[in-house]
């Protein structure tokens, strides 16, 4: 099911990641367990979607670049407002829940 950006903030909690072989880390807005509408994003927002691991549920440890859907393990959505440099599927070295 997807979801819409402005309908969905209750769902929507902030996150710190650092994204592998990148110095810098980054605070985004993270959407646990949702796939949003991209057509329902704000005019420059980005968004991503993110794999949780076979053993651990409980945060993302990949992410996809921007258009590229998860099927299989979808942990949920990550909107930013600049763009990441991601690749098929980058890893994710940390990720802190603010």
Known sequence: MLHNYNDEQHYKCQLDIRIKRQKDT??????????????????GKHMYHTRHSDKDM????????????????????IVTDT???VNEETKLMFVSWI
């Open 26 to 43: 980054h605070e985004v807005e993270f959407f646990d367990g949702m796939r949003l509408k991209p057509e329902t994003l704000p005019k």
């Open 58 to 77: 409980s945060q993302p440890v990949t992410i996809t670049p921007e258009g590229v859907a998860i099927t299989v393990n979808f942990c949920g959505t």
């Open 83 to 85: 763009p990441l440099q």
